[in-house]
């Protein structure tokens, strides 16, 4: 068990640019999710899979984000058009089927957009 | 509609104890509570499912009030290990896998 990765790390972009994040789930979790959190809050959800199915988006996002995972394996999380107020730790996290089944954190990537 | 958190810091002496708060204005089907420290990941505690349930490991405990729709956490005997930011993530009864996070609670275990 290697646990969730995520690359980058950490991402300094200017406002207007595109950028694309990508995460490695425990390889056995069908369901990863993403999360951003800003500094000193909470993880605020963003959106989540099963397999490769998009099965939940909060209303709260904006159209400029869109995830993928192809093969429901990894997944991507590009913000297109990003803005000062996109700067954020942006979470990974993977768990089993099931509800209520623990998730499981990646590292992050944390966004800086000058 | 993020469940509060209470206290928002606490600090503690060495092997003094804690309660953290987490109530939600809907109803629960589950509660999360996670650690995180400074720079890292939310590392999962324990997850509590039923109402009036309790579970613990070394010396950190929880429990669940459906029906207040509220959890608390117990810290006792605190290590110096235990300091950082704890979060409860609620999960909703008429709502998908989505965790909802609180604001966090930190502890600070000085020597």
């Known amino acids: 068990d290697t646990g969730v990765s995520q690359d980058p790390r950490h991402k300094i972009t200017k406002r207007g640019q595109n950028v694309t994040f990508r995460c490695d789930p425990i390889?056995?979790?069908?369901?990863l999710y993403w999360y951003r959190q800003t500094l000193g809050q909470g993880p605020e959800f963003l959106t989540y899979f099963q397999n490769e199915a998009q099965l939940e988006k909060s209303r709260l996002l904006s159209d400029r984000f869109s995830a993928e995972r192809p093969k429901g394996s990894f997944s991507t999380l590009e913000i297109q058009r990003t803005e000062q107020g996109d700067s954020a730790m942006y979470l990974c996290?993977?768990?089993?089927?099931?509800?209520?089944?623990?998730?499981?954190f990646g590292p992050g990537t944390r966004l800086t957009v000058l | 509609q993020q469940p509060v958190q209470s206290p928002q810091a606490v600090i503690l002496r060495e092997g003094e104890d804690a309660v953290i708060n987490c109530s939600s204005s809907k109803a629960l089907y589950s509660v999360h509570w996670y650690r995180q420290k400074h720079g890292e990941a939310p590392v999962f505690l324990m997850i509590?499912?039923?109402?009036?349930e309790q579970k613990g490991h070394d010396k950190i405990s929880a429990s669940f009030n459906e029906k207040k729709q509220q959890s608390s956490l117990y810290l006792t005997a605190s290590q110096l290990s235990y300091s950082g930011t704890y979060f409860c993530?609620?999960?909703?009864?008429?709502?998908?896998?989505?965790?909802?996070f609180g604001g966090g609670t930190r502890l600070m275990v000085k020597p």
């Open positions: 996290a993977s768990s089993r089927t099931g509800r209520s089944s623990p998730q499981y």
């Open positions: 993530g609620t999960e909703w009864k008429d709502a998908g896998n989505m965790l909802t």
């Open positions: 390889s056995e979790h069908n369901r």
């Open positions: 509590l499912l039923k109402g009036g």
